[in-house]
């Protein structure tokens, strides 16, 4: 029915392994990509490195900063 060369043959099957594997390609992407760029866990980080984004972000004030920094210090 298809000529020669046709690309999905006889259609129904070649066209699922076909949108199947580009949708399970895809998927595996964002996977990496969200392991590369995404948020770093708080367990990877110092009890300093989260106290100083904290300040960064202003959720803690430069008194409040520095009687933790100091605690932890101890």
Known sequence: ???EGHW???GGFHMWLYWGGLTLLFIFL???LGRTFGNSSDADK???QILDE???R???DHDEYERMK???SH
């Open 58 to 60: 202003g959720e803690i």
């Open 1 to 3: 029915m298809f000529g």
């Open 70 to 72: 100091t605690d932890l």
């Open 30 to 32: 964002f996977y990496l």
């Open 8 to 10: 999905m043959g006889d």
């Open 46 to 48: 110092t009890p300093l």
């Open 54 to 56: 904290r300040y960064a």
